[in-house]
């Protein structure tokens, strides 16, 4: 999702845009680990779908798990996709390819968080993705509190924790509850996302709806409106302003000090807020797509992605937590990261039915604010 765009902190804050929800599709581009378009060959080739940050660069998780997944499987190339649109919208090219029937161009998607995949089941009448979990060999290994697909399409492989960020430099006393968010004292310090087009923005809208329940959220977020949270588009684009100084808290992970201390930065600066002592749990998962031609290296590839290998290295490369009760934390991630003593989320079953309209619900009210 937008998890790796702590490493490349660049480009301008957007305004909020929505005109659209969770806009759209658009060409793809096919790219090796080092960012470079190109082709590939091989007895093989794994194509797999996913957002850019994920791939960008060399020590990137995507780098990772090509060149160890090529190494395992002679003949095999791993060839990364990523489609236009950004991180959350990423799925909708290929919900529309397959309304219109059009190839779709993947094995495997991998970035899919509980939501979309609801969405993927109300808009599409044939599935998109395989069930493949009795085919993994480490499907049984993933923590049952992440469990996201009641069908066992989509399999975890990381999750991350949705909290505000704050600057105790800053601010005399950190907020601790959502009722404190109202607070006058907090006027226009919390930099939020587009539910419609952010990973967190969403997250933390089913956050406060687990919080103040479908009946209530509405009244929440006009009174936090009226406080002067500023909605920004994207995760990046809030977490740049929050860190030119432009508020002092900002919704975002609960690594964030394992960024600071990688980079040297003050810790005090990336104070977690877990509400009420909450965090929202957001796991990414990764699905073989039903049209694909190798669906056996797709699942094979999804596999490894669950191996302790994998788990001990690529969601820490990831900023995000293991998936897997076999992955394990090292250094500043292993001494900074924090969860939250209560996590929540919804299940599957919980936002079937309610999800599409609860955030349509919050873009009107954010749009006519």
Not at 79 to 87: K, L, Q
Not at 112 to 117: D, I, K, R, S, V
Not at 301 to 318: C, E, G, T, Y
């Amino acid at each position: 999702m937008e998890r790796r765009d702590y490493l490349r902190a660049a480009g301008a804050t957007g305004a909020l845009g929505l005109a659209g929800c969770l806009g759209g599709g658009g060409d793809t581009e096919t790219t090796s680990t080092s960012g470079t378009t190109g082709t590939t060959s091989g007895d093989r080739t794994l194509t797999v779908a996913t957002y850019q940050s994920y791939v960008d660069g060399e020590d990137s998780p995507g780098a990772w798990l090509k060149e160890e997944f090529e190494a395992a499987n002679d003949g095999v190339t791993v060839e990364w996709t990523t489609p236009s649109g950004g991180s959350s919208s990423g799925i909708n090219e290929y919900i529309q390819r397959a309304k219109q029937g059009a190839e779709i161009d993947a094995d495997l998607y991998v970035g899919l968080n509980t939501g979309e995949l609801v969405r993927i089941d109300e808009e599409l009448d044939d599935p998109l993705f395989a069930t493949v979990t009795d085919a993994l060999s480490h499907a049984g290994d993933v923590k049952e509190a992440l469990t996201v697909d009641p069908d066992g399409r989509a399999l975890p492989y990381d999750t991350g924790y949705i909290t505000p960020v704050m600057d105790a430099t800053v601010l005399d006393d950190v907020p601790t509850t959502f009722d404190d968010l109202l607070d006058p004292a907090y006027e226009g310090d919390l930099l939020a996302e587009n539910a419609q087009s952010s990973d967190t923005g969403e997250a933390f809208l089913l956050w406060s709806i687990h919080e103040k329940g479908p009946d209530g959220y509405l009244d929440y977020w006009r009174d936090l409106l009226d406080n002067g949270v500023r909605v920004l588009d994207t995760w990046q684009a809030a977490y740049n302003a929050y860190t030119k100084g432009e508020a002092p808290m900002v919704v975002s992970y609960s690594t964030a000090q394992v960024y600071a201390a990688n980079n040297g930065e003050d810790l005090e600066k990336y104070h977690l807020g877990f509400l009420d002592e909450q965090g929202y749990a957001n796991p990414e998962t990764a699905a073989v797509f039903e049209a694909s031609d190798a669906p056996d290296l797709a699942a094979s590839f999804l596999d490894f992605m669950l191996s302790a290998d994998a788990q001990n290295v690529v969601p820490q490369k990831n900023y995000q937590y293991p998936a897997t009760t076999t992955g394990s934390l090292s250094g500043n991630f292993a001494k900074y990261a924090q969860e939250p003593a209560d996590p929540v989320t919804f299940t599957y079953d919980e936002l079937a039915g309610n999800v599409t309209g609860w955030i349509e619900d919050w873009a009107r009210l954010v749009a006519q604010h």
